[in-house]
Nanobody, 127 residues
Framework: QVQLVESGGGLVQAGGSLRLSCAAS????????MGWFRQAPGREREFVAA????????YYADSVSGRFTISRDNSKTTVYLQMNSLKSEDTAVYYC????????????????????WGQGTQVTVSS
């Protein structure tokens, strides 16, 4: 059974930092993209960041570019999201996602490009 388990969420003041982790088990995602999405109350789930794995390319939403960094440790099938200079508008439930196969670049930033999802971890930024 495939599982993605996020950790690292919490309450932080604006300007602070958090590091989210997502540990995958049940199968390997070494060669497939993994990403982070988020959903704020009353809003649709939105793309945050993605890591292609092959080639190590990273992709970011404009709203987080320059503040967030996605990385992954393939030996541990873990993906991370380092979040710096947090703003109140970053408050959301953050979800880890993993693709079950190869994807074209266009799908890295779309929820339908991913087959597996974590349960989410709450990030709250107080102003």
């Amino acid at each position: 059974q495939v599982q993605l388990v996020e950790s690292g969420g919490g309450l932080v003041q604006a300007g602070g930092s958090l590091r989210l982790s997502c540990a995958a088990s049940g199968r390997t995602f070494t060669n497939y993209p993994m990403g982070w999405f988020r959903q704020a109350p009353g809003r649709e789930r939105e793309f945050v960041a993605a890591h292609s794995s092959i080639g190590g390319r990273t992709y970011y939403a404009d709203s987080v570019s320059g503040r967030f960094t996605i990385s992954r440790d393939n030996s541990k099938t873990t993906v991370y999201l380092q979040m710096n200079s947090l703003k109140s508008e970053d408050t959301a439930v953050y979800y880890c996602a993993a693709a079950g196969g190869y994807r074209t670049t266009a799908y890295f930033t779309k929820a339908q490009g991913y087959n597996y999802w974590g349960q989410g971890t709450q990030v709250t930024v107080s102003s």
